[in-house]
């Protein structure tokens, strides 16, 4: 048996990677439709991965300007708002040091971020930033974070992205048995994995 592999790095900068692998019995007469078939495969996914990348990205700059955040009185908000999003494990604000103002999900203690890559480059390019594989403080969640900058307060709005949400996205895609997806992040971690989520996620690419 062969595998052929599709690697293709996904939108908004080359954070996000997809590998794609396709197992094939007879790899001389059968390659050229497979690969036909792994491109087609690779881009629905990749569509996917890239809205609930541009989905975040806009709730999280509509967030930024939104009054309530801004007030750095917005738990109670945050937590409603949660609600509304299945997808996402926590939305939160942090200050310039990286203590966390405001949770959607209640902290049992004190939290800060300010080692998280996501907030730190949220801060330093002030533009909207993908993250990586987080196990969160707070909900105990693998996750992947999103990060906004805010201008006044300074600090940085977030999205924690369930992976576990992300997962089943994946798999209703119905890519069949001898399809093997994997979602990468900046560190080569794997955020999904298709057809064995539970025996890869958070674990390092090789």
Same mark, same amino acid.
Do not use: M
């Given at each position: %048996?062969?595998?052929?592999?599709?690697?293709?790095?996904?939108?908004?900068?080359?954070? !996000?990677?997809?590998?794609?692998?396709?197992?094939? *019995?007879?790899?001389?007469?059968? %390659?050229?439709?497979?690969?036909?078939?792994?491109? #087609?495969?690779?881009?629905?996914?990749?569509?996917?991965?890239?809205?609930?990348?541009?989905?975040?990205?806009?709730?999280?700059?509509? +967030?930024?300007?939104?009054?309530? !955040?801004?007030? *750095?009185?917005?738990?109670?908000? +945050?937590?409603? +708002?949660?609600?509304?999003?299945?997808?996402?494990?926590?939305?939160?604000?942090?200050?310039? &040091?990286? #203590?966390?103002?405001?949770?959607?999900?209640?902290?049992?203690?004190?939290?800060?971020?300010?080692? %998280?890559?996501? /907030?730190?480059?949220?801060?330093? &390019?002030?533009? /909207? $930033?993908?993250?990586?594989?987080?196990?969160?403080?707070?909900?105990?969640?693998? &996750?992947?974070? /999103?990060?906004?900058?805010?201008?006044?307060?300074?600090?940085? $709005?977030?999205?924690?992205?369930?992976?576990?949400?992300?997962? #089943?996205?994946?798999?209703?895609?119905?890519?069949?048995?001898?399809?093997?997806?994997?979602?990468?992040? %900046?560190?080569?971690?794997?955020?999904?994995?298709?057809?064995?989520?539970?025996?890869?996620?958070?674990?390092?690419?090789?």
């Amino acid at each position: %048996r062969a595998k052929i592999l599709l690697l293709t790095f996904l939108t908004i900068g080359p954070v !996000i990677a997809l590998l794609v692998y396709f197992n094939i *019995g007879q790899y001389k007469q059968a %390659r050229e439709v497979e690969v036909k078939n792994l491109k #087609n495969i690779a881009k629905i996914v990749a569509t996917e991965n890239s809205r609930v990348n541009e989905g975040a990205r806009q709730l999280l700059i509509s +967030l930024a300007i939104s009054p309530q !955040i801004r007030t *750095g009185q917005c738990s109670s908000f +945050l937590s409603n +708002l949660l609600k509304s999003y299945q997808r996402y494990a926590n939305f939160g604000v942090a200050d310039l &040091t990286g #203590n966390v103002l405001c949770s959607a999900v209640s902290p049992q203690e004190k939290i800060n971020i300010s080692d %998280r890559y996501s /907030f730190r480059e949220a801060l330093a &390019t002030n533009s /909207f $930033v993908i993250g990586e594989h987080t196990i969160s403080t707070i909900t105990k969640n693998s &996750t992947l974070n /999103f990060a906004y900058p805010l201008a006044e307060p300074r600090g940085v $709005v977030y999205a924690s992205l369930n992976l576990s949400w992300l997962n #089943n996205l994946v798999a209703n895609l119905e890519l069949g048995k001898q399809v093997e997806v994997l979602i990468l992040d %900046r560190n080569k971690t794997i955020l999904a994995s298709h057809p064995d989520p539970q025996a890869s996620v958070g674990k390092l690419f090789l």
